[in-house]
């Protein structure tokens, strides 16, 4: 459970500095959104499963899709 909680918090910030890249080389109103949700995740979860469905969302593109405006 150790690992899982640590790989879950490391790919939360991992998430949160790639939407923040995306926002910076794209700044619409979704990107920048997204990286201001994505940041907050990451710096305020208590549950490292928020991580994982994060970067899934992220690898499937659903994310971009949901922040696309």
Known sequence: MKNFKAAG???GYVDAGMSIRDA???PTAG???KAILKTGLALF???PVIG???AI???TGF???LFDW
């Open 31 to 33: 990107n920048i959104t």
């Open 45 to 47: 979860k208590t549950n």
């Open 63 to 65: 994310t971009d899709l």
């Open 24 to 26: 910076w080389n794209n």
């Open 57 to 59: 969302a992220d690898i």
């Open 52 to 54: 994982f469905v994060s």
């Open 9 to 11: 918090t490391l790919l």
